[in-house]
């Protein structure tokens, strides 16, 4: 997707191992968001940011943490990776909070 | 809790038939009711979004339907084709604060040719 990159694309982790999701932006929008997404769940939020060093917990937030140090990168980080944190992860920006969100084309990972 | 509720979580459709997906929310709050596309391997990408202020938005084949009252909102596909085939998501959120989108929990479509 045009202007935000997630990296890895996949990941394959042990259980109880730290791991570190990457979003990056070259839109320069406010908002950055990290979802996971889970059959029968839909898109959950874990955490957000509304700009650098400012951010929040979404429903989802327990055992993850992040960080946005500049406008541009958003880290998601697993302390401590479970078999219940197996998961597809999207990262998505947005300008003004209130309009559609551009997502990245997602992390899949697998904690084994 | 699931804030929004989607159904049916599965759809197979002919091709020019009518697709009909429906979602109902619970916090009155939400004042914004986008709907997203997703194909395999991809990123949800943004279809169409209504505000309660209107109780329709049509955009080409696509068309939302928006009842306050009732709290629900639903997406029609109208002459469903099956590059239509995908993961449909409703969400809402409340503009203000940061606009946390809250998703439902999904529907598959299958057109079928």
């Known amino acids: 997707d045009a202007g935000i990159t997630q990296s890895p694309r996949h990941k394959v982790t042990e259980t109880g191992t730290p791991v570190t999701l990457r979003c990056h932006q070259t839109?320069?929008?406010?908002?950055m968001y990290w979802y996971r997404q889970d059959p029968g769940h839909g898109l959950r939020l874990i955490h957000y940011?509304?700009?650098?060093?400012?951010?929040d917990k979404g429903e989802v937030s327990d055992g993850y943490s992040v960080s946005r140090s500049k406008t541009e990168d958003f880290l998601l980080t697993l302390e401590s990776a479970t078999s219940s944190q197996t998961s597809v992860y999207f990262c998505?920006?947005?300008?003004?909070?209130?309009?559609?969100?551009?997502f990245g084309s997602g992390t899949r990972l697998t904690v084994v | 809790q699931q804030q929004v509720k989607q159904s049916p979580q599965s759809l197979i459709v002919q091709k020019g038939g009518i697709s009909i997906i429906n979602c109902a929310y619970e916090?009155?709050?939400?004042?914004?009711f986008p709907w997203y596309q997703q194909f395999p391997g991809k990123g949800p990408a943004l279809l169409i979004a209504?505000?309660?202020?209107?109780s329709e938005k049509k955009e080409g084949r696509f068309t939302i339907s928006f009842n306050k009252s009732a709290k629900q909102f639903s997406l029609h596909i109208m002459d469903s084709q099956p590059g239509d085939s995908a993961t449909y998501f409703c969400?809402?959120?409340?503009?203000?604060?940061?606009?946390?989108?809250?998703f439902g929990e999904g529907t598959q479509l299958t057109v079928n040719p």
């Open positions: 998505a920006i947005s300008e003004w909070g209130d309009y559609g969100y551009t």
């Open positions: 839109e320069n929008h406010r908002y």
């Open positions: 940011s509304y700009g650098v060093k400012d951010t």
């Open positions: 916090n009155t709050a939400f004042d914004y």
């Open positions: 209504i505000r309660p202020d209107v």
């Open positions: 969400a809402a959120s409340i503009r203000s604060g940061g606009s946390r989108l809250t």
